[in-house]
């Protein structure tokens, strides 16, 4: 693993000294004190610690711990909190990387990791969301041994960090003085195998941990290793459109064919894709544990990952974009549907291209953290934490080499009638394998780079009033950075020195599955040196160079209480936290011909109350009321004052540094049965009344103040100055919308070695996106709500061996309201059904056999534009095992 450079910000170092300890476990939100480690012998034994803690929490809250050591339950972690009722994830390569948490996607959800916030960015395909620059936590950076506990926080407390509209997630690390042994050590190793790659891949864990005889000092530490070969494969459309008028329509009857021909919406690039991915991920934890007295206690931790990977993406197509040459094309023959679709064509005079692009891809994340806690008295505790995590996602190459048909002849194919999601493509007799029909015409590289940081400080006081009632209060203090950079060398050939034939710059490529189409795909590293590509001036691309600097100081006071209303044990708490956001932003805006940079600094405060009980009708039955003001802050991508400033027009383009953050009222009303032991059967009501939601507008008639951007970017001398109205496109504050569901859980084992595992929820959401055309207000679902997700796991377990599957479904969900594409009112995914399976045999105390399935339904990734759903995307990655050993002691 590369040795990474680490500082802390004089800010950080400075409240460190003023504060006096610190605290090593995560708070649960009645403000006990929660393990973060347990080591359990068992599947089963790992359920009924995890229900035991959800059963404990005044909060909704649940979680998920490791069966034994440094054994998760899945090898992602996205996929193991899919497995949460109200979790849905998002999936990258065939691995999970982002989660939504009761409809609300992973922008409105915040990661902690050993109690600090932190913030996790790496790149995916474009149809994967591309390179994150947003708030969301990307979970596939990380290796699943690496932790031992993760826990959802679905409702908010004044002690919890805000941000959050959806969740907060803990992730957490093991402390070696939980261990039982003096010395402990465990090994892991598997190797996979993916049956559409048909690549086998390694992947290890090793996990050390003492302490002293007296157990007052620990130490551990953690490496995990893990390679991945992926192929990914099948059809996309790059949406759909109908921008382009074809140039004659034989096939057409007359010229009122003609015109409904010219009005059907047609695939703007309708092709076959090949995605390569090759993924490293290391992994290092390290830990120090200090517990001089019964009262005290210090930890000291380090988490460090990186993520290296290539991705070739191979593809042959043929653009009829708004670009491409539709204006030039024969339609010979054609279908049409009710919803304006044309689901077959057949096209003369076609321009087909062929794209291979590469890229290199880096994470490196790190993170280390001081925490302590020391107990004055039976009434007065203290507890505080003080680190710093950063995120650096570089793709340093991201070249894509482009041939372009020549002399081409004979008709082209796409063919929707029988298959709506795979389009069936034929280039008829046209050789896509024959090197003179191709010549090498463009190239392009853009090298991006994306960091992030977060520099966290809290303490907290609690005291104990009465035997009934505590308070506690802190303080915090987070200074985030976020810089996002790409520049770009797109050269078309003809302007440096002319196209070049393909000769000895390309190999023959095919799909694995789908179809028996062969083409040539171009050879990038010869092509970029036959151009000399490295070498030719990177330009700087204005709208993604900026950045962002936000200090979120927040303070809490909040009384909690543990009583009785009559008979029936009573606890909860009641509280409020203030959070001062102090954002600047930089961006560069282009004035006429003049390139500006921008910096604009805004400040916010929120008061957030908040209120949590627990009423325990019975012994076995808790009756649970929550209510909270929540907020998320606004994404990063929409904080930038770059765009375009039109002083001859009076058009203002530019993101919008002024938004305010998401603002929500949140209600949960939940009923809990735990009806035999390690079982449960529950009910929640939730409810999210979202007072504000971020659109896209224009506004005619604005004033130049309204823009938030300074005076001093404009010329004088030309037609709009400040005291001028100006037309201004932006991100703004919209009037938000309301979110209602339920979840339902059943958990119970049956016997003395079965058990199940099931969960239902159900979440429906209208929000306002602005207005259309026509000045209609646009209603829609929350973009990332499923409807309907639910989980069902079995799981057969006994000293010697055991087994479990899981179903994990998720309903069709929005991506974009409204679309990109023109003819198209909205862009979603399809649902899920992932079946996973694993099992293990123990050989001795100390040693067994593990195997595990993952995806055997081979789910494919389809995507689709307009409510009619027309595909998108539709690829694959295949099914993928794990035949591995462990062995501790």
Same mark, same amino acid.
């Not at 953290?369 to 991201?398: C, M, W, Y």
């Not at 191709?438 to 520099?455: I, L």
């Not at 007072?691 to 506004?699: A, G, P, Q």
């Given at each position: 693993? #590369? ?6 910000? /004089? ?7 003023a ?8 708070l649960a ?33 649940d ?5 034994d ?12 909190l899919?497995?949460?009722p109200?979790?849905a994830?998002s ?7 982002n ?6 996607? /992973?922008?409105f959800? #915040? ?12 790149g ?5 969301g ?11 950076t990380?290796?699943s041994e690496?932790?031992s ?20 997630i803990?992730?957490s690390?093991?402390?070696?003085l ?8 465990a090994?892991s ?6 049956d559409?790659a048909?690549?086998?891949?390694p992947?290890?864990s090793i ?10 000092f ?5 490496y ?14 790059? #949406?759909?459109s ?10 057409c009857?007359?010229q009122?064919?003609f ?11 309708p ?5 390569t ?29 990186? =993520? ?22 024969d339609?010979? &023959?054609?279908?049409?549907?009710a ?7 057949q ?6 291209r ?7 891809l ?22 505080g ?13 991201q070249?894509t080499? $482009? ?6 002849s ?6 929707? #009638? ?5 389009l &069936? ?11 003179d ?11 991006n ?6 520099e966290?400080?809290? $303490?907290?006081?609690e ?8 308070v ?21 050939l003809s ?9 000895g710059?390309?190999?023959l ?5 789908g179809?028996n189409?062969?083409?040539l ?5 010869k ?7 490295y070498?030719?001036p ?23 209480w543990d009583?009785?209303?009559?008979g029936?044990p009573l606890?909860g ?7 001062t ?22 400040e916010?405060t929120?008061?957030l109350?908040?209120?949590? !009980? ?5 012994e ?11 907020m !998320? ?6 904080l ?6 039109d002083? =001859?027009?009076?058009?203002v383009?530019?993101?919008? /540094? ?11 009303l939940?009923?809990e ?8 059967i529950s009910?929640a ?8 939601f971020?659109i896209s ?18 010329? /004088? ?26 979840e ?5 084992p049956?016997? &003395? ?10 979440v429906?959401?209208?929000v306002e996106?602005?207005?259309d055309?026509n ?10 709500l ?9 799981y =057969?377990?006994?000293d010697?061996?055991g087994?479990r599957?899981s179903?994990?479904y998720?309903?069709?969900y ?6 990109g ?7 979603g ?13 123990n050989?001795s105390?100390?040693?067994k ?5 993952i ?15 027309r595909s998108?995307?539709?690829h ?5 095992y ?8």
């Amino acid at each position: 693993m #590369r040795v990474l450079n680490f500082k802390l910000k /004089p800010l950080v170092c400075a409240v460190a000294m003023a504060t006096p300890a610190f605290a090593p476990f995560a708070l649960a939100q009645d403000g006990e004190m929660l393990e973060e480690v347990v080591v359990t012998a068992s599947y089963r034994e790992s359920l009924a610690r995890a229900l035991d803690q959800k059963r404990d929490a005044v909060g909704s809250r649940d979680v998920i711990l490791a069966e034994d050591i440094a054994d998760f339950p899945d090898l992602n972690l996205a996929e193991s909190l899919q497995r949460i009722p109200g979790v849905a994830i998002s999936r990258d390569a065939g691995e999970g990387r982002n989660v939504s948490v009761r409809g609300l996607g /992973p922008q409105f959800t #915040r990661v902690r990791i050993n109690g600090m916030e932190a913030m996790s960015t790496t790149g995916g395909t474009d149809s994967s969301g591309g390179a994150n620059r947003s708030r969301a936590f990307d979970f596939n950076t990380f290796a699943s041994e690496l932790f031992s506990s993760m826990a959802v926080n679905k409702t908010s407390s004044a002690d919890l960090d805000e941000g959050s509209l959806g969740a907060v997630i803990d992730l957490s690390t093991a402390k070696p003085l939980d261990y039982k042994d003096s010395l402990t050590v465990a090994v892991s190793g598997q190797l996979g195998y993916n049956d559409l790659a048909e690549e086998t891949d390694p992947r290890g864990s090793i996990l050390v941990a003492g302490k002293n005889d007296a157990d007052t000092f620990g130490w551990g530490a953690t490496y995990s290793y893990s390679k991945r070969n992926i192929l990914e494969e099948g059809f996309s459309a790059v #949406r759909w459109s109908s921008e382009r008028d074809f140039a004659s329509c034989s096939g057409c009857a007359d010229q009122a064919e003609f015109d409904t021909v010219n009005g059907g919406i047609y695939p703007r690039i309708p092709r076959y894709g090949k995605l390569t991915h090759e993924q490293e991920r290391t992994g290092f934890t390290g830990t120090l544990q200090w517990r001089p007295t019964d009262s005290t206690e210090f930890s000291l931790d380090y988490l460090g990952s990186e =993520f290296d990977a290539t991705r070739d993406e191979e593809f042959v197509e043929v653009s009829i974009k708004e670009s491409g040459n539709a204006n030039e094309m024969d339609v010979l &023959d054609y279908a049409i549907d009710a919803n304006n679709t044309l689901t077959y064509m057949q096209l003369d005079n076609v321009d087909t291209r062929i794209e291979h692009r590469f890229d290199k891809l880096n994470t490196k994340f790190q993170q280390l953290s001081l925490t302590a806690s020391h107990e004055f008295n039976d009434k007065l505790r203290i507890d505080g934490l003080i680190g710093r995590s950063e995120s650096k996602f570089e793709n340093p190459v991201q070249t894509t080499i $482009i041939f372009d048909a020549v002399n081409q002849s004979g008709p082209f194919t796409y063919d929707a #009638r029988s298959d709506s999601e795979f389009l &069936d493509l034929d280039w008829g007799t046209f050789d896509l394998t024959d090197g003179d029909n191709f010549m090498f015409t463009e190239v392009r590289d853009r090298p991006n780079q994306t960091d992030n940081s977060f520099e966290n400080v809290s $303490i907290n006081l609690e005291y104990d009033l009465t035997d009934t009632w505590s308070v506690k209060g802190g303080v915090s203090v987070k200074e985030y950075t976020f810089d996002v950079t790409e520049a770009r060398r797109d050269t078309k050939l003809s302007a440096i020195g002319g196209n070049q034939p393909v000769d000895g710059l390309f190999s023959l490529t095919s799909l694995a599955e789908g179809s028996n189409i062969i083409w040539l795909t171009p050879d990038v590293s010869k092509a970029a040196a036959a151009v000399d590509l490295y070498n030719l001036p990177a330009q700087l691309r204005d709208q993604d160079d900026r950045s962002v600097e936000e200090t979120d100081t927040g303070f809490y006071v909040q009384a909690s209480w543990d009583s009785e209303i009559s008979g029936m044990p009573l606890r909860g708490n009641i509280g409020v936290r203030q959070v001062t956001t102090d954002v600047t932003s930089t961006g560069y805006t282009k004035v006429g011909s003049d390139l500006v940079e921008v910096e604009v600094n805004r400040e916010y405060t929120d008061t957030l109350p908040s209120l949590n !009980a627990v009423l325990a009708v019975t012994e076995d039955i808790n009756l649970r009321f929550s209510y909270a003001k929540v907020m !998320a802050r606004p994404d990063l991508g929409n904080l930038t004052p770059g765009g375009s400033v039109d002083q =001859f027009n009076g058009n203002v383009k530019f993101g919008n /540094p002024d938004l305010d953050p998401f603002r929500a009222d949140t209600f949960d009303l939940g009923v809990e049965w735990y009806f035999a032991d390690d079982a449960l059967i529950s009910l929640a009501l939730f409810r999210k009344k979202i007072d504000s939601f971020i659109i896209s507008t224009t506004e005619a008639g604005q004033t130049w103040d309204s823009t938030g951007l300074p005076v001093s970017i404009l010329d /004088p001398s030309l037609n709009f100055t400040e005291d001028d109205l100006w037309t201004v496109s932006k991100k703004a504050n919209g009037n938000g919308g309301d979110l209602n569901g339920f979840e339902m859980i059943w958990q119970q084992p049956i016997g &003395d070695s079965f058990g199940v595992i099931t969960n239902y929820t159900f979440v429906d959401s209208e929000v306002e996106y602005g207005t259309d055309g026509n000045g209609d207000i646009i209603k829609n679902d929350l973009l990332g709500l499923s409807r309907n997700t639910y989980n069902i796991t079995g799981y =057969f377990e006994t000293d010697k061996m055991g087994a479990r599957i899981s179903y994990s479904y998720r309903d069709d969900y929005l991506t974009a309201v409204p679309s990109g594409s023109a003819g198209n009112d909205l862009e979603g995914t399809k649902g899920t059904a992932n079946i996973d399976l694993a099992a293990h045999y123990n050989l001795s105390d100390n040693l067994k056999l593990t195997f595990e399935a993952i995806n055997l339904t081979d789910e494919y990734n389809s995507q689709f534009v307009d409510s009619s759903e027309r595909s998108s995307v539709y690829h694959h990655t295949g099914r993928q095992y794990y035949l591995g050993a462990a062995y501790s002691f």
